[in-house]
T-cell receptor, first 111, second 116 residues
């Protein structure tokens, strides 16, 4: 079965607020994690990644946090905008092999 | 750079026919390509991994005789859904990697298959 899962299938956030999407993974051998954004009818779009030797990485308006102790990954989106509406997937990679996707969270932006 | 295309973007076919989907890396050479399948409101499920010039490696539960994968060149991989049935209707997504690292893996836009 899937080794990567998400706590919340749907997240509604007020426009302008920060969004936090969580992910739990079960394979302790995973050494690379990625967050993807997928809009309806499109392929996944890379957002940000992090290696297991890091616990935080920041991009433009996005931050990924990795807690290896509890096998938890989160994506923080600052000042959420309508264009952020999409499904977000965390994914993991073990030893530079294949990328396995988690279940996904739909982010809904409230006006 | 690092663009991956798929063709066609959508296809409708009759049950029992075969459908071929192409995945191309447009500006890089992909040593490895991956095929995923995604049902509505679900995640991407890896179907198989293909390396140029060798046979594809299929994930558990994926029928290799039904989903034929050919990776004949460093820029092209094809997925053929043979004798398609309505349950094969799905969104098929490929990705291409140009080095051994997952950081070099890029995804295509997907192909929507509807089998009537």
């Amino acid at each position: 079965g899937e080794s990567v899962g998400l706590h919340l299938p749907t997240l509604s956030v007020q426009e302008g607020d920060n969004s936090i999407i969580n992910c739990a993974y079960s394979n302790s051998a995973s050494d690379y994690f990625i967050w993807y954004k997928q809009e309806s009818g499109k392929g996944p779009q890379f957002i940000i990644d992090i290696r297991s030797n890091m616990d935080k990485r920041q991009g433009q308006r996005v931050t990924v946090l990795l807690n290896k102790t509890v096998k938890h990954l989160s994506l923080q989106i600052a000042a959420t905008q309508p264009g952020d509406s999409a499904v977000y997937f965390c994914a993991e990679n073990i030893r530079d092999d294949k990328i396995i996707f988690g279940k996904g969270t739909r982010l809904h932006i409230l006006p | 750079g690092a663009v991956v295309s798929q063709h066609p973007s959508w296809v409708i076919c009759k049950s029992g026919t075969s459908v071929k989907i192409e995945c191309r890396s447009l500006d890089f050479q992909a040593t490895t390509m991956f095929w995923y399948r995604q049902f509505p409101k679900q995640s991407l499920m890896l179907m198989a991994t293909s390396n140029e010039g060798s046979k594809a490696t299929y994930e558990q539960g994926v029928e290799k005789d039904k989903f034929l994968i050919n990776h004949a060149s460093l820029t092209l991989s094809t997925l053929t859904v043979t004798s398609a049935h309505p349950e094969d209707s799905s969104f098929y997504i490929c990705s291409a990697r140009f080095e051994g690292r997952p950081e070099t893996q890029y995804f295509g836009p997907g192909t929507r298959l509807l089998v009537l």
